[in-house]
């Protein structure tokens, strides 16, 4: 028993028999004190506390990460579980919370979240997530991508593995600096709060994960789609000079380059995100029919 009432994660876990499966990234955590520290660490990010947010969960599992946000004050958590033997399980917790855990069976890259969580009445959304590490690439990509921005969300506080959470959060010349980290920054900022070891989930992964806080900033003047490609393009030869690999996009790379004042010799590494936008949005004006 916790100080929840509910019993023991692992007890939660043998009760409604839910073995893992891999397909649904099902990596569980168990231990509440763990999943308190992700909760509060969510406290201030995007100018809100957990107390006055409501919280947008993907992937709840048996509920280690719902129980601690509820413990520690989300005013309302909307969970989405594609695995119906979960929603059994978390049955438990909507009954310990009345009218504070709304739980949706379906696929978290199809939803529609807006629609979903409907009227707030005035509190921030804030997404915390343990999430399956098949579709947290997919899923960070669709909250980053909005059309609407600012975004209807607060903060996101995400659970990757750790080598993502690298890449995501990479600042340039370094080795996980790529097209993760210009996607993860160009429209936010991107901190790792801290490392989780293998041993606290059930079953253990062969890696290290990590809690990666996001917080949405004002967007740059640039359209994505044209970015984009650009990144692509400097990334996917990364060895070779920008005058070279921006080659690909089809036109002569130089005019824009001159104009986002950036050095042709330059390697795509060498770019900060800033470089990045100011270089897309050169290309409008240069070559936007040819590559947009
Ligand atoms: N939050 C739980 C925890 O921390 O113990 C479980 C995290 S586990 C890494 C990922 C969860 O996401 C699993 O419960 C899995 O069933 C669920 N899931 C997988 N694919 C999903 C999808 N497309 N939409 C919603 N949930 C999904």
Known sequence: MYEDGLPALREVISRYQLSSRKSLGQNFLTDLNLTGKIARSANGLGGSDLKDSIVYEVGPGPGALTRALLINGACKVIAVETDPRCILALKDIQAAYPGRL?????????????????????????????????????????????????????????????????????????????????????????????????????????????????????????????????VYAAFNQRRKMLRTSLKALGTDPLPALKAAAITPTCRAEELSVEDFCRLAAAYENYSSPVIS
């Not at 059309?147 to 995501?168: C, D, N």
């Not at 989930?201 to 806080?213: D, E, G, H, L, R």
């Open 102 to 230: 709304e739980v949706i069976h379906g696929d978290a890259l199809k939803m529609d979240e807006p629609q979903l969580i409907g009227d707030n009445n005035g509190h921030s959304v804030k997404i915390i997530a343990n999430l399956p590490y098949n579709i947290g690439t997919a899923l960070l990509v669709k909250w980053l991508t909005l059309k609407a921005w600012p975004p209807w969300y607060s903060s996101l506080t995400l659970m990757f593995q750790k080598e993502v959470g690298m890449r995501i959060t990479a600042t340039p010349r370094t080795k996980a600096y790529g097209r993760l980290s210009i996607l993860g920054q160009y429209r936010a900022t991107a901190k790792i709060m801290f490392d989780v070891p293998p041993r606290a989930f059930v079953p253990a992964p062969k890696v290290t994960s990590c809690i990666v806080a996001l917080t949405p900033k004002a967007m740059p003047a640039v359209r994505q789609p044209i970015l984009e490609k650009i």
